[in-house]
């Protein structure tokens, strides 16, 4: 079936330093992907998405480029602040008409001024 | 501005007991999710439901029951909780126009404890 992984917290940074979260996935056709953010006390929202593949999703200064060669998605900053401090989701959807989506584990990141 | 509301926020069970986790929703969405997410793992899908009067097992339905008699409301059921249904329960919806965008709105999460 289909799996996200992503690289286990918690990231701790500090303010303005560059930012990777590594996230690959295993699944069959052609998902779209997803980076959800979880800001404490708050529900998780969509950060950005990518449909196909080489498409770059981009917000808040965020990136991540849909790789299908290497079955990627890595989330990027170039310098990230204290209020980037959360939970950061990947995940895929098949495109079904259910809207339903696989998460990866979660990465806490940790900003410090 | 709700969007998508779940209670009770936190909750401790006994084992054996029963409890209804409430979600409503006022964005007027058709599609709405449980997940469960456990520590160091991904989200996991509990039930969903494609509008009301439809509901339809995720990939971990056991031990849970869902219904869905109006638009705005899908509650949970645990009918008798067990210590592996400590977790943290999370209600989202979606708008069908957004099928395929992956695109969900999600609650706050209820934390739930069963000892």
């Known amino acids: 079936g289909d799996s996200v992984t992503q690289m286990e917290g918690p990231v701790t940074l500090s303010e303005e330093a560059f930012l990777t979260i590594n996230c690959t996935y295993t699944?069959?056709?052609?998902?779209?992907l997803f980076w959800y953010v979880q800001y404490p006390g708050e529900g998780l929202q969509l950060l950005l998405k990518?449909?196909?593949?080489?498409d770059k999703g981009s917000n808040k200064g965020f990136e991540a480029t849909y790789r299908k060669e290497t079955t990627s998605f890595h989330l990027e900053k170039g310098s990230v602040q204290v209020s980037d401090s959360a939970v950061y989701f990947c995940a895929l959807s098949r495109n079904n008409a259910g809207n339903m989506l696989t998460f990866g584990g979660g990465t806490r990141l940790m900003v410090k001024p | 501005n709700a969007g998508v509301t779940q209670t009770p926020k936190f909750r401790i069970l006994k084992i054996g007991q029963s409890m209804t986790l409430q979600c409503t929703q006022d964005m007027n969405h058709n599609y709405m999710y449980w997940y469960r997410q456990d520590p160091g793992m991904g989200l996991k899908l509990i039930y969903y439901s494609v509008g009301a009067g439809i509901t339809d097992k995720g990939e971990v339905p056991n031990g849970y029951n869902v219904s869905r008699s109006t638009t705005e409301d899908f509650p949970l059921r645990l009918e008798l909780a067990a210590p592996s249904q400590t977790s943290v329960y999370f209600c989202a919806s979606s708008y069908s126009g957004l099928a395929g965008t992956g695109e969900l709105f999600f609650g706050e999460g209820s934390r739930l404890t069963v000892l």
């Open positions: 699944a069959t056709g052609y998902p779209s």
């Open positions: 990518a449909t196909k593949a080489d």
